[in-house]
């Protein structure tokens, strides 16, 4: 069945049906939720690769590095405030088979241009860090609260997720940054299809 050419609401109905196949997906939001972190949001890969992994028939969590935590604080940006959310998080879920990476998205603009070679503007939420990611696929994030109500944020939908493909978003991120993803991600799902980049302002 192409899920992607279903009605928005029923995508999003699969798509949360799904990611919640792989065991640490509900795990990770429940302590999450209990961190309460400004802002947060599970997102990125771990997201679309669940859902590559279902339909491509292989187990929910198979070959998934990290999970992405992302939360939003620009009342601190030193190091060490950062620091100081991180090793709570490792306390947190160090338990958990799979590392679970927490970054303040406040931050990103002091340390982007020394290791991606490109300036970043300073983000003014989470939604705006993940609006930048190289591809728009997984440009995805959930968020739990404590009685179990989910927030989605899904700027580009579902549709290229559900159909194999990786697009480019040429917001900000590198050339490189894409290219480099999508060859991993294509050798470890050869059922993607991944789209060339195209220079930030050409149509799709």
């Known amino acids: 069945m192409n899920y992607g ?17 792989n065991g640490l997906v509900p795990e990770i939001l429940a302590r999450a939720a209990e961190f309460d972190l400004p802002g947060w949001y599970l997102t990125a890969g771990c997201l679309c690769q669940t859902v590559w992994n279902v339909l491509t028939g292989r187990p929910p969590a198979e070959g998934i590095k990290d999970y992405d935590l992302f939360y939003f604080d620009d009342s601190d940006l030193s190091w060490e405030a950062e620091n100081s959310v991180i090793e709570a998080g490792a306390k947190l879920f160090g338990d958990l ?55 989605v944020y899904a700027p580009h939908g579902f549709g290229d997720m559900f159909n194999l493909v990786v697009r480019p978003n040429p917001v900000h991120a590198p050339q490189s940054s894409y290219q480099a993803k999508s060859r991993r991600w294509q050798a470890q799902w050869p059922q993607l299809t991944v789209l060339p980049w195209l220079p930030r302002g050409n149509p799709d």
């Open 5 to 21: 050419r279903l009605p928005i609401a029923e995508q999003l109905d699969v798509f949360r049906a799904t990611v919640l196949r």
């Open 97 to 151: 088979p799979a590392a679970v990476e927490i970054r303040n998205e406040a931050r990103v603009h002091l340390w982007y241009e020394e290791r991606f070679g490109v300036p970043c503007a300073p983000y003014e939420s989470t939604e705006a860090a993940i609006d930048s990611f190289p591809s728009s696929t997984p440009c995805l994030g959930i968020r739990q609260t404590r009685d179990g109500a989910w927030r």
